[in-house]
């Protein structure tokens, strides 16, 4: 399968003066030249930039177009990938306002609130306005006419593993809250929920799509200066749990972890959060017959802590 790989600023919302900086790298089909139906897509929030560290394992692996490509080597050539950095930020701090508005200037957030569902809703245009634009840079670089509509569809429809990354894994606290008071389906079915029209979709084009899709939660390293790098609340999890239990398909929660952030013994609160939220989770699993499922990984065992470590995660984290 042929692959385009680009960096698009993407302007969420008409008013606003802030542009979002995806990089992706897309699986094309041979014949008709289109943008293929991928068996997933894998969506990466970044965190905090780290700006002249003069280390070239930190400056690589800072590259959201490098990411691309490394999410696409662990997921598989179907799969799409994109890497998706914050809006705004506050000197080198991440600030996802249009994802969680209740971020204070430095983006770090008060509380996970899925009133209006700004994530699920933010993220459906954002891939959509991505996709579009990305078209648009397609045809103008192939001689022959762009079909623009996807071939070749795979048999099922395309599963979404989302991953966040340091200060990204609060879009991801935002989403999975999103989900958990998200409409119920009726009863599961063969698709996961999903409607049986052939309307194939590259991207989800609905939160709803959006949500039945979801296959995987990869948090990793996450980590912040303040409470709130890990969602604990009983109640959101309880009510993920009940929805999963809805579904024909499972959801898999994986937590990548290094010494940087859960031996941190300044910021003790982050492995605290990380084992309330992996405890919630493994007392509702009986609920759901096997469908949900929890891994955690620790990298870099008894090394001393370090920013390269922090990086190098995202090259060496094992998604099976």
């Known amino acids: 399968m042929d692959r385009w790989i680009g960096v698009l600023k993407i302007q969420l919302y008409p008013n606003s003066n802030s542009f979002y900086r995806v990089a992706a790298s897309l699986g094309l089909s041979s014949s008709p030249k289109s943008l293929a139906v991928p068996s997933g897509n894998a969506i990466f929030f970044s965190g905090d930039r780290v700006e002249e560290t003069e280390n070239p394992v930190i400056e690589r692996l800072s590259d959201p177009q490098r990411i691309a490509e490394i999410l696409v080597s662990k997921f598989g050539g179907s799969i799409n990938a994109f890497v998706v950095e914050a809006p705004i930020f506050n000197g080198p701090f991440a600030v996802y306002k249009d994802f969680i508005p209740s971020v204070n200037e430095n983006g770090e957030p008060k509380s ?5 569902f700004p994530a699920s809703t933010s993220l459906v245009l954002l891939l959509s306005k991505f996709l579009a634009e990305a078209k648009n840079v397609i045809l103008g670089k192939q001689k022959e006419p762009y079909q623009g509509e996807p071939s070749a569809p795979f048999p099922c429809k395309p599963k979404t593993a989302l991953l966040g990354f340091s200060k990204g894994g609060t879009v991801i606290n935002q989403l999975i809250t999103e989900f958990g008071f ?6 599961a079915n063969t698709n996961g929920g999903l409607s ?3 309307d194939d979709w ?3 084009t609905s939160k709803e799509q959006l949500f039945n899709s979801i296959a995987e939660i990869h948090y990793v390293d996450v ?3 303040t409470e709130g790098a890990y969602l604990t609340s009983k109640d959101v999890i309880d009510r993920i749990s009940e929805r999963i239990a809805r579904r024909a398909s499972g959801i898999r929660f994986l937590f990548h972890g290094t ?3 859960w031996c941190d013994e300044r910021r003790v609160w982050i492995r605290k959060e990380k084992d309330a939220l992996v405890r919630l989770l493994k007392r509702t699993a009986h609920r ?3 469908k949900l499922h929890i891994c955690e990984r620790l990298y870099f065992p008894g090394e001393l802590p370090g920013l390269q470590m922090h990086f190098e995660i995202i090259e060496i984290m094992d998604v099976s």
């Open 182 to 187: 998200s409409e119920l389906p009726p009863q």
């Open 259 to 261: 010494p940087r952030q």
């Open 202 to 204: 590259i991207v989800p």
């Open 196 to 198: 049986s029209k052939q």
């Open 112 to 116: 996970y609130d899925a009133t209006g």
């Open 288 to 290: 759901n017959m096997g």
């Open 223 to 225: 980590g912040l200066n």
